[in-house]
């Protein structure tokens, strides 16, 4: 049997953005011996495998007969099984991503998934939750700037530092790093593709009306958020405020037949229904909206049909 060390070495090294140099340091030998191991002409002495193991966050299985393809479908496979449960059954979720992070202790997508899980995700975040995690977090997120290509995930590791910064009390330094690191709206991907085609393009329109569709749900979104947290009117005129929104919004979805209507009143109702369950309303009302949302719902799916941007736009539609 061939024995692949060498390659596998080096497969876990570029993986990790490690140099030889850093590894050499690391286990106290050359950067030749090294090279030597990358390129076949050494085996590393066995009493390294332990520590090259334990470097790498790796089995001593999967340090001599380490497959590449099979490690990235097993993480690709939890990651969609973590994602599946986090919907569902969010202490089944938390036992997934723990265990999957011991394992792949240095997979960023693990890394990340497992620390916003501890966080209590995005919003709506315990201070002191946040603090009893602090090292941990920020190791976590010295890791991803340092190393992941990731974009998306770098985001979310500034956006970390910036809640553990609000979380001490340090408000004006957690919202400069939100204003120096990340792009106001009109800096973001959707716009700068829109802007990136003459406006008398197929391109350019395509463009535009997937940014109008993510748009029209997000501002839904915010609206639904803006009354429903208004504490100034009483639990009931709110709720009375935001499904009297929905209503005039489904009425210009059903007169103008303009899908970005219908995602507007869809995203309205789906989040007053979310609102309204998490924060003490009654089974009528709730029950009422959700009916409201499978109409349109229904409409939407309908739209499909003949609105390529629509079919193949999932982001309005995704949290329904």
């Known amino acids: 049997m061939k024995i692949l060390i060498g390659e596998n070495i080096k497969q876990l090294r570029k993986a990790n953005n490690i140099t030889q140099e850093q590894l050499a340091e690391a286990l106290n030998i050359t950067c030749a011996a090294v090279s030597k191991w990358e390129r076949g002409d050494t085996y590393p002495d066995i009493t390294l495998l332990q ?137 973001t991907a959707g716009q700068k593709s829109e802007q990136l085609f003459p406006k008398d393009t197929p391109e350019f329109l395509y463009h535009a009306r997937k940014n109008l569709y993510e748009l029209a749900d997000f501002a839904a979104d915010k609206m639904v958020k803006v009354i429903f947290y208004d504490t100034c ?31 507007m009143a869809a995203s309205l109702f789906c989040r007053l229904a979310n609102d309204l369950k998490w924060n003490g309303g009654n089974e009528a009302d709730i029950s009422r909206v959700q009916a409201k949302l499978s109409d349109l719902l229904d409409m939407l799916s309908s739209f499909t049909k003949t609105d390529e941007i629509l079919a193949t736009y999932n982001q309005a539609m995704r949290k329904f």
């Open 51 to 187: 520590p090259l193991a334990y470097f790498f966050g790796v089995t001593l299985d999967e340090l001599m007969g380490y497959q590449a393809s099979k490690i990235q479908k097993d993480i690709d496979e939890l990651i969609a099984r973590y994602t599946e449960l986090y919907r569902t059954d969010c202490e089944a979720a938390r036992k997934l991503i723990v265990k999957a992070h011991a394992e792949y202790p240095n997979d960023y997508q693990i890394m990340h998934c497992y620390m916003w899980n501890l966080a209590g995700d995005y919003a709506d975040n315990n201070p002191q939750n946040l603090l009893s995690h602090k090292t941990e977090f920020l190791e976590i997120c010295e890791r991803i700037l340092e190393g992941c290509k990731d974009n998306y995930i770098r985001r979310d590791a500034l956006n970390m530092q910036a809640k553990l910064l609000w979380a001490e009390g340090k408000t004006e330094d957690a919202l400069a790093i939100y204003q120096q690191n990340l792009p106001d709206w009109y800096g």
């Open 233 to 263: 009117m009483p639990f009931e005129e709110r709720i009375k405020k935001a499904e009297h929104y929905g209503d005039l919004l489904a009425d210009l979805s059903t007169q103008t037949l303009d899908a970005a209507f219908t995602i």
